[in-house]
């Protein structure tokens, strides 16, 4: 685990801080209009091409409530997979996971609805810590077992929370979610201060876990790639 601060965390709250302000002076955070002019995830819109709401969408938050409770989340969340990931893996698995969120909620969601919030990438970190500890849980041992169940309790109550109280886009989670533990099964760093057995087949044997580390890359990108694809597809085959 690094122990450097979790610099793109602390530049994701900067922008989502300036995005809302940006939108309470232009007409409110509150409001679907100014929302929808500003980069909202919003059905019609995004079918007719304006993909590019897929990535505005995960940076705006709808009412001071909104954007505090993500922004606690991301600084607690983020701050422990940034930290396990490194600064540049974190920032390319919050966004394939935001992006992965906006595709499911541009699905699912109720056409005339307006879907904004960093959720869905928050979740996905979630989602890449369970691939970290599903990946390492021979190396951690018990820790790693315990840490597992910890992660997939937590998404499973955080679900049943999103389906419970009304307004909450579980779709985005959901999808948020299954990016982030793909692309983070495939991100996964290697473990610091972990010992290996020497032996006279040391390099075939590290040659052998490069090989098979970029292979998990390769691997778990395109299913990343895939599962969104098939979200798009989903929304764009729909009629409202």
């Known amino acids: 685990m690094s122990t450097s601060k979790p610099i793109v965390v602390y530049s994701l709250l900067g922008v989502n801080?300036?995005?809302w302000i940006f939108l309470e002076i232009t007409g409110g955070s509150q409001d679907p209009a100014n929302l929808r002019r500003l980069?909202?995830?919003?059905?019609?819109?995004?079918?007719?091409?304006?993909?590019?709401?897929l990535v505005t969408g995960m940076f705006l938050h709808i009412g001071p409530a909104h954007l505090?409770?993500?922004?606690?989340?991301?600084?607690?969340?983020?701050?422990?997979?940034e930290r396990i990931f490194g600064n540049l893996r974190f920032a390319v698995l919050y966004l394939c996971a935001g992006l992965g969120g906006s595709a499911f909620s541009y699905a699912m969601i109720p056409a005339l609805s307006v879907g904004a919030g960093a959720s869905g990438a928050i979740f996905g970190c979630l989602g890449a810590l369970g691939?970290?500890?599903?990946l390492r849980r021979r190396d951690l041992g018990e820790l790693g077992r315990q840490n597992l169940n910890a992660v997939l309790?937590?998404?499973?109550i955080n679900f049943v929370f999103g389906f419970i109280i009304p307004g909450i886009d579980n779709w985005a989670h959901l999808g948020g979610f299954i990016?982030?533990?793909?692309?983070?099964?495939?991100?996964?760093?290697?473990?610091?201060?972990?010992r290996r057995p020497i032996s006279g087949t040391i390099g075939k044997e590290s040659r052998s876990t490069a090989n098979t580390s970029v292979?998990?890359?390769y691997v778990s990108m395109l299913a990343a790639f895939f599962v969104f694809a098939i979200a798009i597809w989903i929304g764009n085959g729909r009629l409202y």
């Open 17 to 19: 801080l300036a995005c």
């Open 39 to 53: 980069g909202a995830i919003t059905f019609f819109e995004i079918s007719r091409g304006e993909y590019w709401r």
């Open 68 to 81: 505090a409770v993500n922004c606690l989340s991301l600084l607690i969340m983020g701050g422990i997979v």
């Open 131 to 134: 691939g970290f500890f599903l």
């Open 153 to 156: 309790i937590l998404a499973g």
């Open 179 to 194: 990016i982030g533990g793909l692309v983070g099964i495939g991100l996964v760093p290697p473990l610091r201060g972990v």
């Open 215 to 217: 292979y998990r890359i």
